[in-house]
């Protein structure tokens, strides 16, 4: 969960400081008794739970890599018939295989869960742990983790939605909602065959009777137990643009001595001049025809829900975490929260040309390339963006300068009143958990799946408990929490059942 | 010899074509009796001069890796002891110490003869011949050659010059003039210390009594055997312009997550905009502020000497070796010359900022670099070019943006009525070797070390014979050709006779 997970990370740390006490803690369940018995059935099943997340830990899937993807997909098949799922079938797609399963228990509800089986790569010299040994781990102030390359990324909260069906069923019930679980295995690569996963007949079948679908999620904040419930996403297109004696006709198709500038063009200097008319001399607004064209303002709702976050949130605690001065422009927190929300942005994620190590070169590159993600906000799409970029270079001239696009989706956005979000604040407040609902995340996933048509669902997030280190060394998920407000393996196992249970009774 | 070495190869390469026949084949050496003797004598040391090239390459010295510094100036302190000097000094630097020498053998006039003992970096996985080995490699057109890291650059032409010597001292003569030796050990990172070395009170006396100062070099053309005489070559200043949320104090001061970008500012796009302002849109002149003002049009003579090379020269060889279709606003050849030999240039040799690798990385970097050289002609100086440079960016608002000089040199020139140049084609002349006079090489070497006050002298690069791959895998010197245009290390060792003996001898 490349992007979206890294800033849902950020943004609960930086929601939890100021978020506590926000929510008043709910009621305790009408099922409570019976609540009693399925957790006795999740603290009876913790060692099986956490042996389930060590043993899938061991077998990595990459799909940039190709390595172990049928072996992936395999298994999640294995552990959702283990859960109890009644159909379970693998999905072909263009790329790697993906599966998808249904529990029927002939409840009312239907309730949508996503899974990944896929990983970030890794490199073992950079880990305390080894990270396929998912070795159980002390870590002060969290208590006992599991470190390993995807242990909250996304094995270990997936399969404590798993251990929340085993526990159910160790405890003699069915689970209140029957349940319809879409899996991929190339979230890491920008999902890019995961619509044809979902638009299968069958699944988009059993998904349209959902009342939406959620990945599940580790990332309580440490400093006080507060989660955010986003009501959507940017969307993002990256691509890398190309300059290139190649394709220009001029300057060098390869490296050539430096002292020939004097004769020869230079692609570098393309790319900077190309660069510069897209985004105003401040860097900070893209200024491509018609970029704005499709933008929705925001709605008076959504800027008091920011409104509420710049209350809720630390500016200081922000500025600390990114290591950031000043916002854009000088803007108060409130402004600067609001523009984070609402503004789609063109950003350099590298630069790339000729000579990149220590010191200098002596050559006139033949190639350059800026490395570029687009935020898109809702109505923009990922195509629409990518068209209006390729046509106001063109307009000026760099028709030659390519725009190769690696990935990407449109923005995603979900009712607040929907069923799924409603139910996910629901289960958190019963808990005392401080929600900050928060209209748009400035990352993105590819939530717009399962929220634009065809299958036009409610989709988020949802979990308890507490992980972090996607994407790099020492990832952890943690099963015995030592923070009295992060709840360990069997609470969050318990978040899910209360939420499945929320799900299938809230009005 | 980093750039200018480049640089002289395709030069030669270039020139070579064309060149053949210009200047017609001049008579015999007055002294023909005696340098049938010394010829002899190169013969018979021909295998202790290989063994001489094979040993010293066995001995790498790196000056960025600190790598047999001292060990490698008391080797070149032993060569010059066993080639006769009788005077030889290592002289300490503020880097890496060098050497002075000196073999007086009381004639009328002196010369000057510069030597580097370090050597570029190399990878042995790239080579076909362990880079040490230096072995004898059959080369097809070439003949038998040594390859190994220093080969051509620059042992193998050095010690090919200490040959002449020995040939000389085995047939019983003196050189015909006095000999003053300086060496360094840092011409790879740009020779910043070697002015320390020249300066030296009693290096300075010894330099100031020479005709000139030679760098030998083995550059024939394998088409034709020419060989390029260069009275001057341009300037560099290589620095790095970086842009850092550190310095900016705005953006962030590491990379962050790229959903940021809608409210922190990006030091990514403002080395971009600072970039665009340093050039005219289509890259090619350099708009710094005040950046022509010492620049000096080409005289009439260098214009004429262009319009030779112009003629000499293959237009078509000159684009296939570039890999270039066409010139600078589709200039004609003889004014691409006039512009690479007249306009100092603003290039950019790298660019690295965030994510360098495949694909993308949703990341807004702290910190952005461009790798720049600005070529400088006379009457340019490093020195002002640099502070030109500073003064346009902070005078537009970019004082945060790092100026980092890496290295340099000023312009240099010679003059063509000088007795070094003279020598030099009057050597070449009697050989039958084609000549081509070139007014100023686009690239740069550290001859304004020479050239400039105080030691002001003549200053260019002699020598007969072949290698290429400086600075690449399989560097080469040929030593037995198999090509009749070009000669092997016996022929080449005798280039260094007749030409200590033109200087001796010439008006």
Redesign the interface.
Known sequence: M??EL??QN?RTLLAGAAAAGLFAPGLAFAQSGDMAAVRRAAEQGYDASVKRIQDWIALPSIA?ENLNMEEGCRYVMDLARDAGFQHVERIPTDGHPGVFATLDVGAKRWMGIYFMYDVKQYDPAEWSSPPLEARIVDKPGFGKVIMGRGAVNQKGPEATFLAALHALRAAGRKPPVNIALVCEGEEEIGSPNFRQIVTRPNVLAALKKCEGVVIPAGWQSPSNGGVSVNLGA?G?A???LVAS?AKW??????D???????????P??????A??TL?T????TPVVDGFFDKVRPLTPREKELLALAARQMSEADAKVA???????DD?PWDK??E?????P????????????GP????????R?VA?I?M?LVPNQTMEDAVAKLRAHLDKRGFSDIEVNV??GYDPTETDENSRLIRAEIATYEKRGVPVTVYPR????WPGAVFTSPPVSLPAGQFGLGHGSGAHAPDEYYVIESSNPKVEGLVGATMGYVDFLYEIASIR
């Open positions: 490349s992007d890294l800033l950020r940039a940017k993002i990256e691509l890398e004696g006709g001029r300057g060098p198709k390869t050539i001595h430096s002292s020939q500038k004097a004769i020869v063009d230079s570098a200097w393309r790319l900077i001049q660069l510069q985004v001399p401040d860097g900070n990114l290591g950031v001065d000043r916002w854009i803007l600067a929260l523009r984070l929300a609402s503004q942005t063109i950003n350099i994620e590298g630069l790339v040309s000729g000579y990149t010191g200098g070169k002596t050559i006139l590159p033949g350059a490395k993600d935020r690696s990935g995340l400035a990352g993105s």
